[in-house]
């Protein structure tokens, strides 16, 4: 179940990624500096965040399923 899981997450963690980098080419953010207007995608902004936290929790439910099957062994 662990497995299953951990494979879930990561298959988010993925599409999570897909779907920032698709909205940060055909939505970039504009920024106003003091001197000039910037356009950005949406990797300055914290929302590369959300898919890292995903993975990490993926990959931590693998490592629990092989740890609780050797244990169940």
Not at 7 to 26: E, K, N, P, Y
Request: glycine content about 8%; hydrophobic content about 60%; proline content about 3%.
């Amino acid at each position: 179940m662990y497995f299953i899981s951990g494979i879930i997450f990561i298959a988010i963690s993925f599409m999570m990624f897909f779907f920032i980098d698709l909205f940060s080419r055909i939505f970039p953010q504009e920024v106003m500096l003091l001197d000039e207007d910037v356009v950005q995608g949406y990797y300055q902004t914290g929302s590369l965040l959300f898919p890292i936290i995903a993975g990490i929790i993926g990959l931590f439910f693998i490592v629990m399923h092989y740890l609780l099957q050797g244990k169940a062994e």
